[in-house]
């Protein structure tokens, strides 16, 4: 799916019936001008997941400005994606500047995510590694 302002708001609202994991989903697309938007909200899922999601989205250029993936169980934060720089770091250079955060010391503890990209949807993605996660719980 191609970042296209109506396909996308259109995917958002449409979650739930997309993927039978998604419980419930809060996420919105907010228009800041004729082009821009950010989308804000969490996806909710069994086990007491919870995916925080803020997208900065340029639909004329047809790339996201900006990300921030949260992945919650209750309320611990388990994980997380940003995309704020650190070129410091080699071993994130593979797709600088897209990387996961993960335990033990997860502000410090920075893995390559090659899986996100500026320029094209994340959700999906997000979606299908929390449902491998809940599956391997349930093992």
Do not use: C
């Not at 209750?74 to 955060?101: A, M, Q, R, T, V």
């Amino acid at each position: 799916m191609t970042l296209a302002i109506t396909n996308y708001e259109s995917f958002l609202y449409q979650l739930q019936s997309l993927y039978p994991s998604v419980e419930f989903s809060t996420l919105t697309l907010y228009h800041i001008d004729e082009w821009t938007a950010v989308v804000k909200g969490e996806i909710l899922f069994a086990e007491n997941i919870t995916l925080r999601v803020r997208e900065v989205i340029d639909f004329n250029e047809k790339l996201i400005q900006s990300y921030s993936y949260e992945v919650y169980k209750g309320d611990e934060k388990i994980y997380w994606y940003d995309s704020f720089p650190h070129p410091h770091i080699p071993e994130l250079s593979i797709n600088h500047p897209h990387h996961k955060h993960i335990p033990p010391d997860m502000k410090h503890n920075r893995i390559p995510a090659p899986e996100l990209s500026f320029k094209k949807i994340n959700i999906p993605f997000l979606i299908k590694e929390i449902e491998v996660m809940i599956s391997n719980d349930k093992s």
